[in-house]
Nanobody, 121 residues
Framework: QVQLVESGGGLVQAGDSLRLSCAAS????????MGWFRQIPGKEREDVAA????????YYADSVKGRFTISRDNAKNTVHLQTNNLKPEDTAVYYC??????????????WGQGTQVTVSS
């Protein structure tokens, strides 16, 4: 089991920045990839960014490329999402997730409780 706790959300104005953090604990040795997702009530969950737990893989959704940066600190079992130049459409609950590599592919099996990001115009 892996436990994930997000932090760093808040209410900001358009153009501001926030640094979201996700602290992992438990069986972190099984983690293959970490990802950030977001969801607006009534809409489908959207992937935002992902990073391999070891290695050089990084992914960004087109909507956040050039504004968001994902990074990891393996020594602290933490993943960060630096969000810059925030826009009102970035408003959502942001979730951190940990994935294992299964026979079927990368499976996000563990999720945090979410942190609210609200961007006012």
């Amino acid at each position: 089991q892996v436990q994930l706790v997000e932090s760093g959300g808040g209410l900001v104005q358009a153009g501001d920045s926030l640094r979201l953090s996700c602290a992992a604990s438990g069986h972190t040795g099984s983690i293959y990839r970490m990802g950030w997702f977001r969801q607006i009530p009534g809409k489908e969950r959207e992937d935002v960014a992902a990073i391999s737990w070891r290695g050089a893989f990084i992914y960004y959704a087109d909507s956040v490329k050039g504004r968001f940066t994902i990074s990891r600190d393996n020594a602290k079992n933490t993943v960060h999402l630096q969000t810059n130049n925030l826009k009102p459409e970035d408003t959502a609950v942001y979730y951190c997730a940990a994935a294992n590599l299964r026979g079927t592919g990368v499976e996000y099996e563990y999720w945090g409780q979410g942190t609210q990001v609200t961007v006012s115009s």
